[in-house]
């Protein structure tokens, strides 16, 4: 059902049930009013019979009168309860004897009797109450006709008004139908209505991020399809090198040249697809209470057979014991590649710290090596993806701390990089928030 047709049968609805409530009202208040102006008219009839009114003067007053249905009849009965006068000689009604007015049940009928008693008299008027009732729904009934033709005219103002105050909706639907993946524009404008306005605006923001997040994609795509293309290159000419020197005696060298390129480009796969990762689900990953420190403890152990190729001391220097709200599987890859980075870029025979400090409403995960170190004015562009310190020791991917930054936003903490305090190389810290 449309939101017109909806509105439309709801409000014709209470109309109908507020027109049904008048129609009842109405009859109660005739009724009502009725019942009083024929309890007085009832009293006057009687009233203006004189008291010593005699039999003869009754007999010759007339023909008697037909009986309408909501007529008064009026009957007069001697002391000796002979009835000497009856205005509807086709209703006979019994003589009764309670004084004033009084309520009867007479041939399946209720009846207004109204009874003055005189000296040589019983002055009797008499009124159905179902006349009384018919009159009421009848005047209940004609009211009826008006009020089916205002529901009517109600209906079709309705469905008019409804119909030109949803067309800003229609309106919206269409522009919102023209925005294109290169085309977001706003869909806010000035003449729009007050109820329309926090759906535009909440549009507009969606529309807007969504097209920083294609804007990211599309550079993303670019700067990945860029950095894929020289580890591609190399492998092929790799390759042709190793094909070139079966038979030479160089065979051994070339092998070795491109299992290192098929590693190089293996990494830089798997740290895109990281990326990729990061940015479509990771908000969707539920966090839970992590043991920050046992987590630093099992990727430590885990990259030591790699430090152990390049000569480096890793090891760990101090790890607080403390919980922090997490993803386990995010948090392994901020450790991992914190890790990995300040084992690539120390020389060989350099040392890597690990420590773990735990505050009172924080915890901070601190990564130190006794590398060359980043220079100030590079440490905020290092999260950039792709970008690479141009120090000799530069040869990963450029995705490692951009990754660390992507998983350091998704659990509200906070990245620093610093001079070594210790080891005079690079210091790394991320600042948990303690979990209570």
């Known amino acids: 059902m449309s939101i017109r047709n909806r509105l439309l049968f709801w409000l014709l609805s209470g109309l109908a049930i507020l027109g049904a409530c008048f129609v009842l009202a109405d009859y109660l208040i005739d009724r009502a009013l009725l019942a009083d102006i024929y309890d007085d008219q009832m009293n006057q009839i009687a009233s203006a019979i004189p008291a010593h009114v005699n039999s003869e003067d009754l007999r010759q007053s007339g023909p008697g009168l037909k009986y309408d249905g909501d007529d008064s009849i009026l009957q007069i009965w001697d002391q000796q309860g002979k009835l ?10 019994p003589q009764f004897s309670t004084p004033g007015f009084s309520v009867v049940q007479w041939q399946d009928g209720e009846w207004k009797i109204f009874i003055r008693k005189t000296d040589r008299n019983v002055i009797q008027v008499a009124q159905s109450l179902s006349g009384r009732r018919n009159i009421a729904v009848d005047h209940a009934l004609r009211s009826l006709i008006p009020l089916l033709i205002f529901l009517l005219i109600m209906g079709l103002l309705i469905h008019w008004s409804v119909g030109t105050g949803l067309q ?56 990945a399809s860029h950095e894929l293309r020289t580890p591609l290159a190399t492998l092929q000419i790799q390759t042709q090198l190793v094909e070139q020197s079966l038979g030479s005696g160089c065979e051994a060298r070339a092998l070795a040249d491109l299992k290192a390129g098929v590693k190089r480009t293996s990494h830089l796969v798997e740290q895109l697809l990281m990326v990729s990762r990061l940015e479509s689900g990771g908000n969707h990953d539920p ?58 870029y120390t020389p060989i025979g350099g040392q890597v710290d690990v420590a773990i400090r735990t505050g009172q409403h924080e915890i901070v995960l601190e990564i130190e090596d006794s590398g060359p ?14 970008y690479r310190c141009l120090v000799p020791q530069a040869t990963g991917s450029g995705l490692g701390l951009a990754i660390v930054k992507q998983v350091a936003d998704l659990h509200l903490a906070e990245v620093r990089l610093g001079q070594g305090l210790r080891l005079a190389g690079l210091r790394a810290s991320v600042s948990f928030k303690r979990a209570a």
């Open 168 to 223: 800003s909706l229609t309106r919206l639907s269409q522009e919102l139908a023209k925005r294109t993946p290169d085309k977001l524009g706003r869909l806010a404008a000035p003449d729009q209505p007050t109820e329309i306005k926090p759906l535009t605006q909440a549009l507009d923001t969606l529309l807007e991020r969504l097209g920083v997040a294609l804007e990211g994609q599309k550079k993303f795509i670019a700067d």
């Open 373 to 386: 170190g980043i220079p100030p004015e590079e440490r905020e562009r290092v999260f950039d993806r792709f």
């Open 84 to 93: 000497n006068y009856n205005s509807h000689p086709e209703i006979v009604l």
């Open 287 to 344: 966090h839970a209470p992590l043991q920050l420190h046992e987590i630093a403890r099992e990727v430590t152990i885990d990259l030591i057979p790699y430090a152990n190729t390049r000569k480096i001391n890793l090891g760990v220097e101090q790890l607080d014991a403390g919980a922090i709200m997490g993803s386990a599987h995010h948090v392994h890859i901020l450790l991992r590649n914190l890790i990995d980075n300040a084992v690539r």
